[in-house]
Structures are given as structure tokens and as C-alpha cells.
């Protein structure tokens, strides 16, 4: 949870007939006396273990509430489990626990543990000052004036807090008083490597009689912290802070998880939790959730438990706070918060909950919106998934590949090799769209159910190189957008599979051909688009296909060899329908051998393991082999076991357990058949990959993230590690190992000077790719080439902006993006307890140089107001944007010029306008230049000063300090 507000101490007490005498017939009473916390005590929660509850029997303990309430447990409660918070105030030094029999003279129960309230410090693990706190939850208010804690100022946009005791609200019937009573605080036993376990809490609303929300990541593990947690509602005290009159503190115990999302590649964050509610009810009246978006700049206020102390309001009433951005991610708003506030409401003034915070900085706060969360609830988890391969097949597929084949042979190699993956019969649909000059209609395949009959009429029988894929040729322009339509109109809302529709695109080019695509437009929401690009910078649109793919929850990755482009498809298989990679390692067999060294991986819950190989030599027929932990082989046709092999691919799939084995550590070994006969030919090197995808276990996806990155811009590469049933992997690290660019591509073409368009086989190649392809041709290299850089990632709020460790990882890099081009960003995650599991993730980012005024030069030639400015667009490293870049600039004038016509690309990086320029402006000549999504520039001619309009009333000034000093020389000489 977001705050610590205690510790878990140990115990040792067992009570029942299967350990000693009872104190009264039937009646087994102990009264536990915990120790103190050396701050004081503001309360304990039990844990029992190994409860045994024969026939009728029941453990009752005393909690010190009103009424003499107490927890009654039997058999139904399990053997594992936690009693609600007791109120030490009321009863004393030692809890009174009974062990009751009725029916049964055996059974007992163990107390191996107990929570402990106490004043607590920050986090060790936020080094920064701003989180320096000590908290004061004390839900039972032990002092007749309350101690207000000391706030972690992180979050603080206001210092001091712009907030008030909720008890000051006025009058009565004001929406946040008819609010306030639903706003509650929820307890519970959490866990992190710096602490141990510890007492936490969060806030949450009650949205109908019996359940809560709060944030996802306040529950990070929900299925264990649920067995601890407990919600009071009416934490509060007078608007003095003194402690109301007869006031009793009152837990409910939480019963069950109706739902948790959070850290699983989505921007989902709550979590709904139902309360185990007496036969009278709670007694409050629940808060509707919102069913849409409040409106940028509509009034909401915030209710909420800062660091586990008593309700606060923000902003303090009669003022409200306002909304300052909206969508279906996030609600942004300016309130003050402290840890503890996590899950609280942000609610609009008819008292409605519009979303729950989760995440953010000081004076720019998140809540994520119940318009999505009901969205999402409304929709159950599916397990089938519907895809849509939409394929290039324009001229300039007809290019030969890294094989010695076309790229369109290659490339349907690894499509079939993705459809061959997807098991038949699992309700799983699939089809196919191909485009050039326009997308083929009616469509190649339309989206069909996953069976033997369907995937050969798609691929054909083995080697899977027919069927309609095979029969595709390349041939005419590219219409990347008109093939996203026809996928779009093959994937309607309502389907069987409407909650998780996909479209997996590949391309080798730029789209030249309407209807092109706007990757800033977000429609269709809810189809996530992957993306893969086969070849260079010099032939792809990266930023357009980052762009597209982001927008669309999917990934974008760069293929420039025809190995990588058969590991992506088989990548991108394990993300849309298998928890992920586990790992893709590239190796060599070597001339003439025919075995390669064992490669271990290990597996750790993991329910399904599927090893795939990809090769690039046509027929070099390797083969795989698999040792189990215990040394058992399992090659393909082993009982239990699928396979399929092709040309340059196989895969063998193993369910788990295979033969009673499972968790450790497996190897996989590559081999191939020897040379036959005396003078067989010596057997190839042979390039090959790995992918090891599985199913079950944890979850490693990238975070939404839709910003258009820049040279110079900080990225942070977060990624969420999580178990798709809720909860988190214990002991987590995460890795990111980037490939960058080592040469700026702008720098390049300025040098070089932009060449004509190419036509091939009808594909137009624009002028900017035709040069970088040109320059390849003639060196016999790619333009650009890649260095590596590895980063860990850490779970802090520092990293990450999450208020607590709950399955995201990043590290904000603010020296990477240093040239433009593509960056692939490789994860690897492992995590395990008893046994250790793996997990990989790639994505590709494209950045674009972003402009500096201080480095970009600028020229003018400007006579009598009327000439032209020349300017050579440079980033803050120095780099040219370079030529052909037009389209993603806008150039206007700045104060004193007007740009009067079109701008000229000069075909060596720099820029001509021509302007129209007024000297009395008091400006030189110059432009401001915008860029997508990032603040406008504005340089001028330094060698041209503007003309300064005060210059005579200075030259009179002067003329007249001049005059004042001699007619004072002049006194004092007489």
C-alpha cells in the first residue's frame, strides 16, 4: 500500500484441546499480551495459522468495540486468516481469545504473528527528503486531540497543504458532507524487500452497499492482501482535531477481490473489494460512479486518509478544484495528497465518483476514471483472442532480403509461422488483408475460427508455403492505411471475441498511397495495433509506425535481417495470445557441425513452454531436442507434445507438467541431420534463433506511453510485471538492455544532398528514403549502425511515480536519446521464490531530432522589408534535422516577420522562407518553428538587430547628461 503505518511481529501462542486443558468446560480462554511499541501502540490484528475447527467448534476474540463486538471464525473461515484491527485502548495490554468446542473434542489454532500500529518513518527506499514523514494512524484515537502526522511533501503542490479536516465542512447538506461519511481507509499486511512485512494503508470510496474502491496498485498482491484487510468509515474527529464524544472506531472486514487491474499493460488502475457487512448494513449511503468524463475545467474535490490520518478535504470548501485534462486513462487535477491518499475519490459536485487516484506528481495529480473501470468490468476477461495480419505486398517487397530471397518470400515465411502457432480449436479467429496500391477487397481471408481447415487453407500443408498467403505477390504503391481499414471492418464491437481484437501489421516501406494513416488519430480505442518493420531507417517510416502502434496499446519493432523478422512474428505470437517470451537468444552453428552447446531456461509455474527456432538458410532442417530437469529428452513426436516444422522454422509445444516434471531448470538443444554419403557437401554455417514463449506465470508488458519523443527528452521505459490474476511475482528485477543509433542520419543527408524519388516495381520511394537506400547500395552497409547500453530498473516512487512498489519498473534515462532514429529496447525480468522464471519483452521507438534555437543557424537577406531566411534546423547534441523533413515542420514568423510563401527545402539540410520583415518591430528577422507535440522554437538572425524605436530619445538623453556635466565643470572652475 501507499503508507506505512506499522509492524508484523512475530508470535508463538497456541490455544485448543489439541494443546492443553481447557480453562472452563468446552472453553479454551488466553489472553494475549502483545508487546508495545516503543512510540506507543494504536492497535494489533491477529494472525491464526493452522486452525482446526472440528464439527461446530469457533474461535472467538475480543476486539474492544462497541456493544462488546467481536471476530467469530470456524471452519468456513479456512486455516489461514486475520482478525479485524483491536482497539488496544479498550482493551488493555492483552487480547482474550477463546477456543470454543461444540460437537467436536479436538482442534486448536496458532497465533504465529501479529500486526502492530505505530508511528512510523518513511520508506528506506525514498531516499529523497520530500518523503521524510512520521505517521500518526490511530484510527481508534487513543488522545483526546489528535496529533497530525508529519506529511511526506512529495505530492505537495501547496506547502503547507492546500486541505482541511473534513469536520469543518459547512453546512450540513453541502455535497461534501453527504460525501465524506463514504470515504473510508483500508488496513492491511503488506510486504517489501527494504521492511518486511509492515501495516499500510490506502483510502477507498463505498460505491453500493457492500463494496469498495481504491487503487489497483494499493492492492499489489490482491488475493493475499485480502486476508488482512479490514476498512473503517468513520476515522474522524471534531474540526478542532479533538476526539468526538463517544466516538468508536469500527472496522469491516474485507471478504473477497470482485476485480484488480494494475501493472498488466494497460493504464488500468483499481481495484473493487467487497466488505463482509453485519445483517443491519454499514449505515452509509454508497457514491454512484460516474458513468462518462467530467469536462475540462469542471469543478470535483478530493476526500481522502493522507499517511493514514483522519479525513481531510481538498481543496478546503467553499472552493472547488478543476479538472485540467481528461480521457479514458486519466482524469489530471491540482490537489494536494500525501501517502495513504492512494484509491481515494476525485468526486464532482453532485457527489459522484469520477475516478480514483493513481499516480502523479506535485500540481499534476491522476485518478483513473470509473467511466473506464465500469467499462471494464462490464467486460469480462476473454480467453480467446480475434487477429487480423495485415500484409505489405507493394513493389518494393520484390527487393531481394538478408536470405538471398525476396523479401515477400521472407516475409511469408514468418507470417506462416505465426498462424501455424495459434492452436486450433481454442476459439481463437484469424485472417488476412494484403494491400499495395489498394487493400485487396474483398478481403484475402476473412476472420475465421482457428482450425486445421482454416490454417491450411490460409498456409497451405506443410512446409506451410502456400494457401492464399503463399500465392501473394508484390507488386504496385503502399496503402498502409487503406489495409488498416479492411482489417478495422473485419474486427465490428459485439463479436466473440469484441474485448480483444488485434491487428498485427507488416510493412517494409512508407505509405505513399491515400487513404493514409493519421497516427494521432486514436480510432477504433479498443484494437490494439502491433507493428513490424522489415529493413532499415533507410527504407522504413519508424516514427509513423511507433506512433500508430503506441496509440493502439501494441508495440512496434524493427526487423533488419530475416532472422529478426521470424522472431518478431513469433514474438508477437506469445503477446497477443501467451503470457510472453521467456528468452530469444541469436547464435551460429558453426561449418560443419551438427550440434549446438545446450542452452538452459528455467520454468516456474509456467503451464505451457513453446521453443521455437528460426533459421536463415532455406532447408537447413534443424531440429530441437529437450532435456527435462530430471534429464528426461522430449524431441518432437514425444506423447503429450505439438510440433510443425517449415523451410527455416520449427517449434515443439510441451504442456506442463510433461511426465509429473515442471519447475527447474530445462535445456534446449539445436541440431541437424549429418552429410549423406562419402562425398556429401559440408554442411553450412547456419544462423539461428531461440524463442522460448509460454503460457501461465507472470505477465511482462510495457505501460501506455504516447508521447512523441525528441533528442534530448527524458524517456522512462516502464514496464508492469504481474500475474494475470492479480498480484505480484516475489523478489522482481527488471533489466532494459537499448540499441541505439550511433550516427545521425540529418548529418548524413546534409552531406550527401538529397537525391530524386525511385520507382520500384510501381512503389514511388520518396526522395529522403531513396538517397539512405542509395548510400547502402553504394557502401554495402546500412547508414546507421547500433550500440547497446543496459540500465536496471527499480520499483520506487522515484522511478516510476507510482506511490509504491506494485509490479511497474522504470528509471527515467536522461542521456539516451542523443541521435534520431530507431531504439529497441530489450527487457528481461526474472522473478521467483522457490524457483526462478524468466520473462522477455522487446519494443522499437523511433526519435526525432527535436530543434534547438540556440544550435539551429540562421541567415537572412532582407532588403528594403521583402527577402528570404535560411536556417539549418540543428538539436541540442548538434545534429542536423537534415533534408526532407518539411512535413513534420511548421515555420511561421516570429513578432516583427511574416513568412509570405511556401518553404523550400534546399536538399542539404537547410530551410528558405521567404519574409517580409518590419525593422521598427525591434526584432532581427525571424521564425518560429514548431514540431508535433512539442513547444515551438523561436530564432532569430543574430546579425541583424531590429531598429530600436527609443534610439533618438537615448541619444537625447545622453545629449543632455553631456550638457548637465560641462555646465557643471564650468561652476566649479569659477
Not at 503508507?3 to 492443553?20: E, M, N, R, Y
Not at 453541502?174 to 524487500?193: E, K, Q
Not at 513568412?899 to 532581427?924: K, L
Request: aromatic share 8%.
Amino acid at each position: 500500500m501507499s503508507h506505512v503505518t506499522g509492524t508484523v511481529q512475530p508470535a508463538s501462542l497456541k490455544i485448543g484441546p489439541d494443546f492443553g486443558p481447557s480453562t472452563s468446560p468446552n472453553t479454551w480462554t488466553v489472553n494475549f499480551a502483545y508487546t508495545p511499541a516503543p512510540t506507543g501502540t494504536k492497535l494489533v490484528m491477529l494472525h491464526f495459522t493452522g486452525a482446526s475447527f472440528p464439527a461446530n467448534n469457533r474461535l472467538e476474540v475480543d476486539l474492544g468495540y462497541a456493544g462488546g463486538e467481536m471476530d467469530v471464525f470456524t471452519s468456513v473461515d479456512g486455516t489461514d486468516f486475520w482478525t479485524r484491527p483491536v482497539n488496544v485502548y479498550a482493551v488493555g495490554a492483552t487480547v482474550t481469545i477463546r477456543y470454543i468446542t461444540n460437537g467436536a473434542a479436538t482442534g486448536g489454532v496458532q497465533i504465529d504473528q501479529y500486526g502492530r500500529g505505530e508511528r512510523h518513518t518513511k520508506d528506506p527506499a525514498n531516499a529523497d527528503a520530500k518523503f521524510n514523514s512520521l505517521s500518526n494512524s490511530d484510527p481508534f484515537l487513543g488522545d483526546p486531540t489528535y496529533p497530525e502526522p508529519d506529511y511526506a511533501t512529495f505530492w505537495f503542490c501547496n506547502d503547507p497543504p492546500n486541505w482541511e479536516n473534513a469536520a469543518c465542512i459547512a453546512p450540513a447538506g453541502d455535497t461534501r458532507n453527504v460525501v465524506a461519511p463514504s470515504v473510508g481507509m483500508i488496513l492491511h499486511a503488506d510486504f517489501s524487500n527494504q521492511l518486511g512485512f509492515f501495516l499500510s494503508t490506502c483510502s477507498v470510496t463505498l460505491v453500493s452497499p457492500d463494496t469498495i474502491i481504491t487503487a489497483g496498485h494499493c492492492m499489489q498482491d490482491p488475493i493475499e492482501d485480502v486476508k488482512s484487510a479490514s476498512v473503517i468509515f468513520n476515522y474522524a474527529t471534531n474540526c478542532n482535531g479533538t476526539r468526538q464524544g463517544g466516538y468508536s472506531g469500527r472496522f469491516f472486514k474485507v471478504k473477497e477481490v470482485i476485480r484488480q487491474r494494475f501493472a498488466d499493460g494497460s493504464a488500468n488502475d483499481y481495484c473493487l473489494l467487497r466488505l463482509k457487512v453485519p445483517p443491519a448494513g454499514l449505515g452509509i449511503t454508497p457514491r454512484p460512479m460516474r458513468i462518462d468524463l467530467p469536462a475540462v475545467s469542471e469543478q470535483v474535490f478530493g476526500i481522502h486518509h493522507p499517511n493514514g490520518a483522519v479525513k481531510k478535504l481538498s481543496i478546503p470548501h467553499p472552493g472547488f478544484a478543476m479538472v485540467t485534462s481528461q480521457g479514458v486513462n486519466g482524469i489530471g487535477v491540482s490537489l494536494d495528497v500525501s501517502g495513504g491518499s492512494s484509491g481515494s475519490g476525485l468526486f464532482d459536485t453532485a457527489g459522484r465518483i469520477t475516478g480514483v487516484l493513481s499516480t502523479g506528481v506535485a500540481c499534476g495529480l491522476r485518478y483513473f476514471p470509473t467511466y473506464t473501470i465500469q467499462q471494464d468490468i462490464a467486460t469480462p476477461p476473454a480467453i480467446t483472442r480475434d487477429v487480423m495480419l495485415v500484409f505489405d505486398r507493394s513493389g518494393s517487397m520484390s527487393l531481394p532480403g538478408t536470405s538471398g530471397l525476396t523479401k515477400i518470400e521472407e516475409a511469408r515465411a514468418a507470417a506462416s509461422l505465426f498462424v501455424q502457432l495459434v492452436r486450433a480449436g481454442t476459439g481463437n479467429r484469424v485472417g488476412l488483408v494484403s494491400f499495395s496500391t489498394t487493400a485487396s477487397s474483398p478481403v484475402d481471408f476473412p476472420l475465421a475460427s482457428v482450425t486445421a481447415g482454416s490454417k491450411n487453407t490460409l498456409i497451405g500443408p506443410s512446409p506451410f508455403t502456400g494457401g492464399i498467403m503463399g500465392g501473394l505477390a508484390p507488386g504496385g504503391s503502399t496503402t498502409i492505411g487503406g489495409g488498416l481499414n479492411a482489417a478495422y471492418g473485419q474486427l465490428p464491437p459485439g463479436g466473440p471475441n469484441s474485448s480483444f481484437r488485434n491487428v498485427l501489421l507488416f510493412t517494409d516501406g512508407l505509405q505513399n498511397t491515400p487513404p493514409m494513416v493519421d497516427p494521432a488519430n486514436t480510432s477504433p480505442t479498443d484494437i490494439r495495433i502491433d507493428a513490424i518493420g522489415y529493413g532499415t531507417p533507410a527504407s522504413l517510416d519508424g516514427a509513423m509506425l511507433t506512433a500508430l502502434a503506441t496509440i493502439h496499446r501494441g508495440q512496434y519493432v524493427l526487423a533488419d535481417t530475416n532472422l529478426k523478422l521470424q522472431k518478431f512474428f513469433a514474438l508477437a505470437f506469445g503477446n497477443i495470445f501467451e503470457a510472453g517470451l521467456v528468452m530469444d537468444p541469436e547464435f551460429v552453428l558453426p561449418e560443419g557441425q551438427t550440434t549446438a552447446a545446450p542452452i538452459p531456461f528455467s520454468v516456474c509455474e509456467e503451464e505451457t513452454i513453446t521453443i521455437i527456432v528460426g533459421w536463415d538458410t532455406r532447408d537447413a532442417g534443424l531440429l530441437i531436442e529437450l532435456t527435462t530437469p530430471l534429464g528426461a529428452s522430449v524431441t518432437i513426436g514425444s506423447p503429450g507434445t505439438q510440433s510443425s516444422a517449415s523451410r527455416t522454422w520449427t517449434f515443439l509445444r510441451v504442456p506442463l507438467p510433461h511426465a509429473g516434471e515442471r519447475d527447474g531448470t530445462w535445456k534446449v538443444t539445436v541440431f541437424r541431420a549429418g552429410g549423406i554419403g562419402e562425398f556429401a557437401a559440408p554442411l553450412p554455417e547456419v544462423r539461428y534463433f531461440i524463442n522460448v514463449v509460454v503460457s501461465g506465470g507472470a505477465t511482462l508488458r510495457r505501460m501506455p506511453d504516447t508521447a512523441k519523443y525528441y533528442t534530448g527528452d527524458v524517456i522512462n521505459p516502464l514496464v508492469g510485471l504481474q500475474y494475470l490474476q492479480g498480484g505480484l511475482p516475489p523478489n522482481a528485477k527488471v533489466k532494459v538492455t537499448v540499441s541505439r543509433p550511433d550516427a545521425s542520419v540529418g548529418n548524413l543527408l546534409s552531406q550527401e544532398k538529397l537525391g530524386p524519388p525511385v520507382v520500384i516495381n510501381a512503389d514511388t520511394i520518396p526522395p529522403r528514403q531513396a538517397t539512405l537506400m542509395a548510400i547502402e547500395a553504394r557502401t554495402g552497409k546500412p547508414v546507421v549502425g547500433y550500440a547497446q547500453q543496459t540500465y536496471d530498473l527499480f520499483d520506487d516512487v522515484v522511478n516510476t511515480n507510482s506511490p509504491e512498489p506494485a509490479g511497474l519498473f522504470g528509471n527515467p534515462l536522461k542521456d539516451l536519446l542523443t541521435m534520431e532514429g530507431n531504439y529497441t529496447f530489450h527487457f528481461q525480468a526474472t522473478y521467483g521464490d522457490t524457483c526462478t522464471a524468466a520473462r522477455e519483452l522487446l519494443w522499437s521507438l523511433h526519435v526525432d531530432p527535436g530543434i534547438d534555437p540556440s544550435l539551429t543557424t540562421i541567415t537572412s537577406s532582407v532588403s528594403g522589408g521583402t527577402g528570404t531566411i535560411t536556417l539549418v534546423p540543428k538539436d541540442k547534441y548538434g545534429n542536423n534535422l537534415g533534408p526532407g523533413r518539411g512535413d513534420g515542420l511548421s515555420i511561421t514568423g516570429a513578432p516583427g516577420t511574416i513568412v509570405t510563401g511556401p518553404v523550400r527545402d534546399n536538399g542539404d539540410g537547410s530551410y528558405t522562407a521567404p519574409v517580409n520583415w518590419n525593422p521598427s518591430s525591434g526584432n532581427g528577422p525571424g521564425v518560429v518553428i514548431g514540431q508535433p507535440s512539442r513547444p515551438p522554437v523561436v530564432v532569430h538572425d543574430p546579425n541583424v538587430p531590429g531598429r530600436d524605436r527609443c534610439r533618438k530619445w537615448k541619444v537625447l538623453f545622453w545629449l543632455m547628461v553631456l550638457v548637465a556635466l560641462v555646465l557643471f565643470l564650468l561652476w566649479l572652475l569659477k
